[in-house]
């Protein structure tokens, strides 16, 4: 069972930044569609970006041009570099791994914005 580890995540004050990473083991790496997603209380997850296996990089409309996700496949790395935090940023955020039928998610890391 493939397991991914994010880290990286914790209390960021707005305006403030934080980077997240996700380690895949175990997977051949390049071959995979990497995303991150968030969940807040009450909500649904939504997608916040996704990186494809070329480097072509999406992002969804409430986070265009704070955050940049990036990936180091020598490392089974993807990175979400968050800039311009908002409260409404505050969220549980998981890392994802597709690739034809496989679909792989973390355990999350809270992300807190708060003054």
């Known amino acids: 069972q493939v397991q991914l580890v994010e880290s990286g995540g914790g209390l960021a004050q707005p305006g403030g930044s934080l980077m997240l990473s996700c380690v895949a083991p175990?997977?051949?790496?390049?071959?995979?569609?990497m995303a991150w997603y968030r969940q807040s209380p009450g909500r649904q997850r939504e997608f916040v970006a996704r990186?494809?296996?070329?480097?072509?990089?999406n992002y969804a409309d409430s986070v265009q041009g704070r955050f940049t996700i990036s990936r180091d496949n020598a490392k089974n790395t993807v990175y979400l570099q968050m800039t311009s935090l908002k409260p409404e940023d505050t969220a549980v955020y998981y890392c994802s791994a597709r690739w034809e039928l496989a679909d792989y998610w973390g355990q999350g890391t809270q992300v807190t914005v708060s003054a």
């Open positions: 990186i494809a296996t070329g480097g072509r990089a």
């Open positions: 175990g997977i051949t790496f390049p071959r995979y569609t």
